[in-house]
């Protein structure tokens, strides 16, 4: 159990991670509404521009790069300073940036320009949220509720990434970029507040000792008997968090490519790829449901293993046509979760409450720095070869990736520390 509720009563435990859950799910919800708009908006607002698949694929770059240069660092400050906090004074400087695009577009400033500097802003910005928000899930919320939370947490996160590819589709279409720049300033805004309303982190008491179990003492030499915690194999953090980073690489490069085989390949409007989002998040959903029925009585690595595997391969043929496209999209987003959701949820039971942030960090970095070079070598690959082998390309990294790390859990599915601590203390 977490430390917020160490020595706390029953009753008054369940009213703090329920209070918790009803807080930091809309905040998720309403922060990736605005941010999907906004890439959406942003990508399409220089799409229109250059006309080239770079210059799609250069906003997630922006996107990419402050994070895998900075999610360490900030990481570690998720550890150090107080990530309620942090969280919120990146939602209001999230709020000012986010604003300065539409007023800048109003005031007559060129888009192109203004649309990549304000991405990178808000990059930078994201960068320290991400480990203190995915920190704070986990000093918040008890061990025993991760499942569930998680599985609620990825609800709201696709929820609100739905509801933002079908109104920001077809408000781009008819009303214009710049009244959902706008929009997405306020998102940030209202994030700012839920999250500032948790609280400060209760008080915590180290949880009394069972009846009948003895202090160690400090003079006796560590025995089998002593030392069982010790020998206890710890859990494979680092494949965990490779599992995870997989999960980012698959979305970004799949963002870039879905506009382009939308508008380039097929030759259709911002509805359309609305309605491609909508369906992806609609498969998310409804695999969130399914998962929520088979996460304690499937093998996490079996639905890692299917999950990234059905997601990644079905890429070879979503590009093919327009419906094999959408119902491609539909799937993906629904095995995606098998595998998102137990990476996730494994991850944060097996790293402590003190380093969940710089691990985080360095897994949305790592992860987010595989994506920045695969986003360049597969939109090289859609300007000189075509969208099919882009698409190729992002399906056998997929597959490949996800093969190799669940087999090796299938093959040691403790740490290599683990491992040689366990045979020390037996020895």
């Not at 020595?7 to 922060?31: I, K, N, S």
């Not at 980073?245 to 097929?266: C, E, K, M, P, Q």
Request: charged share 10%; aromatic share 10%.
């Amino acid at each position: 159990m977490t430390t917020l509720l160490a020595g706390t009563p029953p009753q008054e435990a369940g009213a703090a991670w329920r209070r918790t859950e009803r807080l930091l799910l809309p905040a998720v919800f309403v922060t990736n509404l605005g941010n999907n708009i906004q890439l959406i908006a942003s990508s399409l607002l220089i799409y229109k521009d250059s006309g080239t698949t770079l210059s799609v694929g250069w906003v997630y770059v922006l996107v990419a790069l402050p994070q895998v240069l900075l999610s360490v660092l900030f990481g570690r400050w998720a550890d150090k300073f107080d990530r309620r906090t942090l969280c919120v004074t990146t939602d209001v400087l999230s709020t000012l940036t986010a604003a300065f695009l539409p007023l800048w577009l109003v005031l007559g400033g060129t888009s192109t320009a203004a649309a990549y500097g304000v991405n990178l802003v808000l990059a930078v910005l994201s960068a320290l949220f991400m480990p203190a928000s995915m920190a704070l899930m986990k000093e918040r919320v008890p061990a025993e509720r991760l499942g569930p939370f998680n599985a609620n947490y990825e609800f709201a996160f696709q929820g609100g990434t739905m509801l933002s590819g079908v109104a920001g589709g077809f408000a781009v279409q008819f009303f214009g970029a710049t009244p959902l720049f706008f929009f997405n300033a306020a998102t940030f805004a209202v994030s700012a507040v839920l999250l500032f309303s948790l609280g400060r982190r209760p008080a915590t008491e180290p949880a009394p000792a069972a009846a009948g179990t003895a202090e160690p003492d400090p003079e006796t030499p560590e025995t089998e008997a002593t030392a069982p915690a010790e020998a206890l194999p710890r859990g494979p953090v680092a494949r965990l968090a490779a599992l995870f980073s997989i999960g980012s690489v698959i979305v970004t490069v799949a963002n870039t490519l879905l506009l382009v085989v939308v508008v380039d390949r097929f030759h259709q409007g911002a509805a359309t790829l609305g309605i491609a989002d909508a369906l992806a998040c609609t498969g998310i959903l409804i695999g969130i449901a399914v998962y929520k029925r088979l996460q304690e009585k499937a093998d996490y690595r079996l639905l890692i293993l299917v999950g990234y595997g059905v997601c990644a391969g079905l890429a070879f043929v979503q590009p093919l046509a327009l419906w094999t496209l959408l119902p491609g999209v539909f799937l993906a987003g629904l095995t995606f979760v098998f595998g998102r959701l137990p990476a996730r949820t494994e991850l944060m039971r097996n790293i402590p409450d003190n380093r969940a942030g710089r691990v985080f960090g360095a897994a949305n970095g790592a992860g987010l720095a595989v994506s920045l070079v695969l986003t360049l070598v597969v939109a090289y690959i859609c300007d000189h070869y075509g969208v099919v082998r882009g698409y190729a390309t992002l399906a056998a990294f997929g597959t490949l990736a996800t093969v190799a790390v669940v087999g090796s859990l299938y093959a040691r599915p403790h740490s290599l520390r683990s491992s040689d601590a366990a045979k020390a203390a037996t020895s």
